[in-house]
């Protein structure tokens, strides 16, 4: 059973702009940290980026001062605003809890293309 429901992805050419969204329950939302992790073809999964529930976050190098997540409180969604996208960054995105690992959502692709 799925709990985390990532969209938002879609083609850009580089330098443009994707927000990404993490949906899911308000028992899992409350009490976890969210991480946002991606898988580019022929490479492992990923850490991105994550958000604790009081709002601390935590970004890998490469994508810090592009990337920003945030979490909604009244939607139960955390977003991944990603600004200056490179080549780089193409990738399946995906979401989840790193404390207590759900199954994987479907992810939401993200290409960036000339």
């Known amino acids: 059973q799925v709990q985390l429901v990532e969209s938002g992805g879609g083609l850009v050419q580089p330098g443009a702009s994707l927000k990404l969204s993490c949906e899911t329950s308000?028992?899992?939302?409350?009490?976890?940290?969210i991480a946002w992790y991606r898988q580019a073809p022929g490479k492992q999964r990923e850490f991105v980026a994550s958000i604790t529930p009081g709002g601390w976050t935590n970004y890998r190098d490469s994508v810090k001062g592009r990337f920003s997540i945030a979490r909604d409180n009244a939607e139960n969604t955390v977003y991944l605003q990603m600004n200056s996208l490179e080549l780089s960054d193409t990738a399946d995105y995906y979401c989840?809890?790193?404390?207590?690992?759900?199954?994987w959502g479907r992810g939401t692709q993200v290409t960036v293309s000339l």
């Open positions: 308000r028992s899992i939302f409350e009490v976890n940290v």
């Open positions: 989840n809890t790193p404390a207590t690992m759900k199954p």
